[in-house]
């Protein structure tokens, strides 16, 4: 089954320094039918605005994933970590017994645009981790490329989870084999696509793949898109 969920359907919010585009309840935007899809928890199309960010605050018993699309976010936490990742690179953390961290676009001209993705771990008080990849342009070009994984996985960046992320820009039709007892929640980052040969997506829309084999992404177009396979069951 295919679900559309439009881009004006989403909630959102304009702080100023930070504009936000919910897929799902978080902050001021409140829907008890759309909590969460399995394991994932929290989807957040940020744009923060030149010299803006989120202070030091902390995390618990959640996994979380940044992937820039445009501009800069430099982090730092507890843990001594402090990093700057551009588009297309990812930043991950495990906060698991509790972290403390900073996100901030230091660019006194550029907007940073990233979604942020929060997932369940499978259990409270794991470990923590911290890490970040610096994926390249051209190994998302015209394919796909695992950017998140498991600890069982394959791809540079794992987190406790058992989940898949992964991304493409492309001018081409992509096929991706839906693993038995699993779903999908597809991001249309940029551009606009045609889902299975039925739906199509714009920017900023997103889907829900349920009970279904194939995932066949044909574009109308340069697109890029982001996509996390994860249990049916949670």
């Known amino acids: ?22 897929h799902f309840s978080f902050a001021e935007y409140r829907n008890p039918k759309n909590i969460n899809f399995g394991a994932l928890r929290v989807l957040n199309d940020d744009i923060i605005h030149p010299q803006g960010g989120f202070a030091k605050h902390p995390h618990k018993d959640m996994e979380i994933i940044s992937y820039v699309v445009d501009g800069e976010i430099t982090h730092k936490d507890s843990m001594g970590n402090e990093k700057t990742l551009k588009r297309g690179e990812v930043q991950y953390m495990s906060a698991g017994t509790g972290v403390m961290h900073s996100e901030y676009n230091l660019s006194k001209t550029e907007d940073l645009r990233l979604l942020q993705i929060w997932i369940l771990p499978p259990q409270k008080n794991m470990q923590t981790l911290y890490g970040s990849h610096r994926y390249k342009e051209n190994e998302r070009q015209n394919r796909l ?79 890029h898109f982001l996509f996390i396979e994860l249990k049916s069951e949670f």
Request: hydrophobic content about 40%; proline content about 1%.
């Open 1 to 22: 089954m295919l679900k559309k969920l439009s881009k004006e359907n989403m909630g959102a919010s304009n702080l100023g320094w930070l504009e936000s585009r919910f």
């Open 145 to 223: 490329l695992n950017i998140v994984s498991s600890l069982k996985g394959d791809a540079k960046v794992k987190i406790h989870q058992d989940i898949e992320i992964y991304v493409s820009e492309t001018t081409q039709e992509i096929q991706y084999s839906i693993k038995k007892d699993k779903q999908i929640y597809f991001v249309q980052i940029e551009g606009e696509s045609l889902i299975n040969e039925q739906v199509s997506l714009s920017a900023g829309d997103a889907m829900e793949i349920t009970d279904e084999n194939l995932l066949h992404v044909k574009p109308l177009g340069k697109i």
